[in-house]
């Protein structure tokens, strides 16, 4: 439920949120507040999670405490379970919230306004029966005075988030539906504390590494679980799909596993102490960890037919921990050296550029992510050890700068992972010294609006569902600029090079300069007639192992473009069509479907 804070005499804004820790940014969402310089005497905030706690100083007392937060005695003493003559001890951790668990209705509000004040949206539109059905309200009907806890509404969105949460006697793969907040466990017991769900990218089946550290396959749609096999060592194992949901890749006693789910059959390749193993987009080439003959761990990559092994980093220091492949196949992100320090650092396969994040005050950073589009990372860092552990969420972008806090979490660390169009990202809350997360929470990352989804003990991991897959796909096939890609079925031919649907469209052509692929990037997003708007936004990357970048449009773009979007990759080697010899191909499609289609682009 929400908590309401109510404005006194003095308080700003501004003020607000720092007592609570919180961006006044966060504040204003949270309230949906049209002009921060309105607010009166009396008002009520539903306040975002933020900094509870404090530490008891010499001379404190209950009273001068709840002075200090402008917030009831009664509220912290019922908080901390404080028994008559309610004494506290310098150096004791109270928990401090930032208000009442209840909205006191006032002259003329209705469940409507109540409703949009404070985000209780669902699909967009003001979900008043979660606050019936909250607050046993037979009727809309309220009245001046009444006390109505408000509930946070499930988004009602396409979409499934994957959770692991059990017990001491056994742990279980959970699903959150977002279209209607209902969950619902998929295992029985078959789980670990260190489980993690694994999505195949075509959202049918979860894979995870459960008790005995036996991999488990989930199929999503029928609710059957097959064993495919089992390691020596399951804490913290990796597993990685391949592009077509058909091959498991993992690591086992000094062997790479490429593990068909329908053949039941494995490739193995030999490789001493290998971990981490990930697909690269292209599907034939795989990244792992390794020691070298010095018995630093290093990165490599090596073909899916076990040849082809390469090098990448030169390592003399200790191991790297969650390494992970950026999704276009470009970046490296890792952490090191260990769990007291954790800085994240970011290799840029095709500069051979090194880049570290600056993340949290104390250097531990956790749990770093990619965005779908490989723009961005998330993390957890921790912060506040004075007040018993707070994590903020930070976001990056793919150099590791532009850092920014977008929510905060009362746990030491947290998993955190995007939503599938990179607008909000999920994370864990609700620790005490005692126990682990007890809450999912989602935060949209431009407005900062926060909801919590799921309370349930012991959430240990989440993971965002892909996509949902809905559209049938052809293949195109041009010989002239010597490439082929997949696009929408349904999409009708206009020209040799365009088609177009009721959805979206794309267009190819080729480019003839000799220039760099970042030049030649610059110069068609920041072309003089401004198809992609003032501000579009430039992201290298990798197709088919060749210098590649996207252009996606800023919010200026003019309409008649049709949400434009490119693709623009370096051919292998240039063509020739007719006299004229050309150094790259460039695809134009509606941003929806730029990145779907750009990852199935082969050169013929």
Not at 306 to 334: C, D, E, F, K, M
Not at 467 to 496: C, D, G, M
Not at 567 to 584: A, F, H, K, V, W
Request: aromatic share 10%; net charge negative; glycine share 6%.
């Amino acid at each position: 439920m929400q908590t309401f804070y109510t404005i006194q005499s003095g308080d700003t804004l501004g003020a607000i949120a720092n007592r609570f820790g919180i961006a006044t940014k966060a504040l204003i969402a949270a309230n949906n507040i049209t002009s921060p310089d309105t607010i009166f005497i009396g008002q009520q905030l539903s306040i975002p999670p933020g900094i509870n706690r404090y530490r008891v100083k010499i001379g404190d007392t209950l009273y001068n405490i709840a002075l200090q937060f402008r917030i009831p005695t009664s509220v912290i003493i019922q908080a901390n379970n404080l028994k008559a003559p309610y004494t506290i001890f310098p150096n004791q951790l109270l928990v401090i919230p930032p208000g009442l668990p209840f909205y006191m209705v006032q002259p003329g509000d209705t469940l409507y306004q109540i409703g949009l004040r404070y985000n209780v949206m669902t699909a967009g539109r003001v979900n008043t029966d979660v606050i019936r059905s909250t607050n046993n309200l037979s009727s809309t009907v309220i009245y001046p005075g009444m006390r109505l806890m408000i509930p946070y509404a499930p988004l009602g969105e396409d979409g499934m988030i994957a959770y692991t949460a059990g017990q001491v006697e056994g742990f279980d793969i959970w699903l959150y539906d977002l279209a209607n907040g209902n969950t619902h466990k998929l295992t029985n017991g078959l789980g670990e504390s260190s489980s993690v769900p694994y999505w195949s990218p075509n959202r049918e089946k979860i894979a995870f590494v459960g008790r005995n550290n036996i991999i488990y396959i989930i199929n999503i749609s029928t609710g059957s679980v097959a064993q495919i096999d089992q390691l020596a060592e399951g804490l913290g194992a990796y597993l990685d799909w391949s592009a077509d949901s058909q091959t498991l890749a993992y690591a086992k006693q000094n062997q790479i596993m490429l593990y068909n789910i329908n053949t039941h059959r494995a490739q193995i390749i030999n490789q001493s102490e290998a971990t981490d193993v990930q697909w690269f987009p292209t599907g034939n080439q795989l990244l792992f960890q390794a020691t070298d003959e010095n018995g630093f761990s290093q990165l490599y990559r090596v073909q899916a037919t076990g040849t082809g092994l390469t090098q990448i980093t030169a390592n003399t220091g200790g191991r790297y921990n969650n390494v992970r492949l950026s999704p276009n196949g470009r970046y490296i992100l890792y952490t090191t050296p260990g769990v007291s320090i954790s800085i994240i650092h970011i290799i840029d396969l095709v500069t051979g550029n090194i880049f570290e994040v600056e993340g949290g005050p104390l250097a531990k950073n956790y749990f770093p992510t990619w965005s779908n589009d490989s723009s961005s990372i998330a993390f957890s860092a921790t912060v506040l050890e004075e007040l018993g552990y707070f994590s903020f969420i930070r976001i990056a972008n793919y150099q590791g700068v532009n850092e920014q806090t977008i929510a905060i979490s009362n746990c030491f660390s947290t998993p955190v992972d995007w939503s599938p169009n990179g607008a909000k990202i999920a994370y864990l809350s609700g620790c005490t010294t005692e126990s682990f997360a007890s809450e999912l929470w989602v935060t949209d990352i431009r407005s900062q609006v926060t909801r919590k989804l799921v309370t349930q003990p012991n959430i240990m991991a989440i993971k965002w569902a892909p996509i949902s897959p809905k559209e049938t796909l052809a293949t195109y096939r041009n010989n002239q600029f010597r490439v082929q890609f997949q696009y929408p079925s349904h999409w009708e031919q206009i020209t040799p090079e365009r088609y177009e649907g009721t959805n979206g469209f794309f267009q190819l052509a080729a480019i003839s300069s000799p220039a760099s692929i970042d030049i030649v990037c610059q110069n068609e997003a920041n072309h003089m007639l401004m198809p992609y708007g003032s501000d579009p936004h430039i992201n290298p990357t990798l197709i088919q192992n060749q210098e590649a970048c996207f252009i996606y449009p800023s919010s200026d773009q003019p309409p008649e473009m049709n949400n434009q979007a490119a693709l623009i990759i370096r051919y292998p080697n240039p063509i020739t069509i007719g006299e004229d010899t050309y150094q790259s191909f460039i695809l134009w499609a509606d941003r929806k479907h730029i990145n779907v289609i750009g990852s199935t682009v082969r050169f013929l």
